[in-house]
């Protein structure tokens, strides 16, 4: 496996971004190679504060750059991330302190909880004198469990490039052009390092799949610009983790075949949906495709890309007494949002029922992620990570929401506690992967 590492830190660097050129924006280059902006140099749209639905007054835009201009507490993105590249520029005064954390889960009291930390340091500073003696805790390091190199960072005041390359297990930290720290999670090598840190009774630390970016409030001056991010294919698409397994999930879509679908009303698969590359591709008209099995509750994750302009859904519960899908299962939307307005026809929203707020959708060529979790008829769609919506199926509210739409012209919409989970056809090609459930917990 590790055979392939040096063949991904070649198409890494290539098709890293140039950071000086015109700040805050993607060339056409890295537009094409997968990269999306996490700061627009404008404003805080898509980040907010630890535990909080908005920044707080302590980070401000200043100057095209992201700045911590008093009593701030942890800035996050509102998109969570499991496999990517990072690419951004930082600069501190002298004696300050800050990080960059990933797969940082909120589920806990503090952002460290959970997330590895990228330090950020004056090496020199007196203030962190205990820590800027260690090379574990000094700039670049995977803080207190990975040494950095002290001749990498810049001097104070002026700006420093990081990338952090995150995939599967394997992580890296560059610093300004050079890689100063790597590591693999839950190696030999990282439990002998957690057994020597302070994080070694932390027992949900570096644990998550996924999780925000964060960035530190220390309670200093630190300053970021240029930020990018390129998601990345996981290491093995279409099988699940050891982790996974003992977390109850089990894949719907093993990347080779469509064993376990068939078209909506048949017994057999229709002609117009086809395993090709590691995906579920529509390749023509026809029925939509549903799975065999039927499900009440459950924890759904799936990842998909969309034509430009393209439209699908996926549906569930769907109980085929109708012509159609839709005249009885609720739809995610799937859908090529970009700048469209309509956010009941949003991606992530339940199409024409409730809205998706706040948008998190990726650009065509990038891959979203989406999950779905019904539990106790209570609804909730996640896009990216976000929660962009969520109702009680049955409830008065949504049945009174049933009535003003064309879905209460059928009466056997919404009014099932199981039934088939349905990938729409409407057009355009869609590309569905990684398509896996369990029961909600």
Sequence with gaps: MHRLIPLLIVM???????????ENTLTAEEQKA???????????????????????????????????VGRAGNLITEQQFDHFELALQWKIGKDCNSGILFRVSEDFKR????????QILDNDSKKYARDA???TNIAGANYAMHASDRSAVRPVGQWNDTRLVVHGDHVEHWLNGKKVVEYDLHSEAWKKALAASKFRKWKHYA???????????????????????????????NALTEREKAEGWRLLFDGKTLDGWRGY?????????DAQDGTIVRTGKGPDLVTKEQYDDFDLMIQWKISPGGNSGILYRVAELSKFAWHTGPEYQVFDSYGRDDLMRAAGACYDLFPARPQAFRPCELWNQTRIIIKDNHVAHYLNGVKIGEYDYGSKG????????????????????????????????VWYRNIMIRKPR
Excluded: C
């Design 265 to 273: 009303k048949l017994e057999e698969l229709p002609g117009n949906w």
């Design 111 to 118: 952002p460290y909880d959970t997330g590895p930390e990228y």
């Design 207 to 237: 644990r998550q799949p996924y999780g925000h970016i964060a960035f530190q409030d220390h309670g200093d001056k630190v300053v970021f610009r240029n930020i990018k991010i390129r998601p990345l294919d996981p290491p093995a698409p």
């Design 133 to 135: 003696k260690h090379d």
């Design 34 to 68: 997968g990269w999306m902006l996490l700061f627009d140099g404008k404003t805080l749209d898509g980040w907010r504060n630890f535990h909080s639905d908005k920044p707080s007054d302590g980070w401000q835009v200043r100057d095209g750059a992201i700045v911590r």
């Design 12 to 22: 890494l660097t290539l098709a890293a971004p140039g950071l000086h050129a015109v």
């Design 398 to 429: 949504w049945l009174e929401q049933v009535a003003k739409t064309k879905f209460g012209k059928h009466a056997g919409f919404g009014k099932h506690d199981r039934g088939h989970i349905v990938l729409q056809q409407h057009g355009k090609p």
